[in-house]
């Protein structure tokens, strides 16, 4: 199974911009908008675990960053 995986900027109105993952299966049937806790990033290991497996089941996965952690207050 191919999958494609882009790296997005997401604009945010009245925020700013956050960084995003897109992760495609070819003919994904869902997309799992998948956000992280407060002590990681959407690319901390586990987060990779979970796009991966989604992945392996025909699933697309939608990751990103929220402003605090793009602005890198934790």
Do not use: W
Request: hydrophobic share 40%; with cysteine; charged share 25%.
């Amino acid at each position: 199974m191919a999958t494609k995986t882009q790296e997005l900027k997401l604009d945010i109105e009245r925020i700013g911009t956050v960084s995003a993952i897109l992760t495609q299966p070819d003919n994904a049937r869902a997309c799992y908008v998948l956000a992280h806790g407060a002590g990681a990033d959407m690319r901390h290991a586990f987060m990779d675990k979970v796009a991966a497996g989604l992945t392996d089941r025909g699933i697309a996965t939608f990751r990103f960053n929220f402003p605090y952690m793009e602005e890198k207050k934790g």
